[in-house]
């Protein structure tokens, strides 16, 4: 029986979100391509339409990782989404992104396990994370 990989993505910036996608799915393909694995990753522009849909019950918060830009817009950032995660009992790896470099001191409030600056290396560092994840949880390793 194949282990599901539940990733979840929520940024307000439809290219930036796909673009991360993109690069979280390439960076795990050795272990799916192994057929141990089968990623579900889910996508979202809007984050009080994310909200909603957990609050309804209309999706689970079953997730490993959670990629969330901070600011999110519509007056949501992530700390909303983070909260409506943690009320629904998500325990998922938490890496938190954002353009400013100054919003890992400034928002020290919000729990997650990561940050990442939004810059050219960052959907990589993603993907690293998301790697390192699933190297820990389930004790493979690329290199086997």
Partial sequence: ???KINVLV?????YYGNLLA?????????????????????TFTN???YIRKVESGKIKCDYNAVFIDYFLGE??????VIDTLKKKSCDAMI?????SKDLKEKYDFV???????????????CGLYLQQYIEDKYSVS???
């Fill in 1 to 3: 029986m194949k282990n």
């Fill in 10 to 14: 929520i940024e307000d910036n439809e």
């Fill in 22 to 42: 993109n690069a979280i799915h390439n960076s795990i393909n050795p272990f799916l391509e192994r057929g141990d694995f089968q990623l579900v990753l889910h």
């Fill in 47 to 49: 984050a009080s339409e």
């Fill in 75 to 80: 007056g949501v950032n992530a700390d909303d």
């Fill in 95 to 99: 890496v938190l992104l954002s353009q």
């Fill in 111 to 125: 729990n997650y396990n990561y940050f990442v600056v939004k810059d050219r290396f960052a959907p990589s560092l």
């Fill in 142 to 144: 690329l290199d086997q």
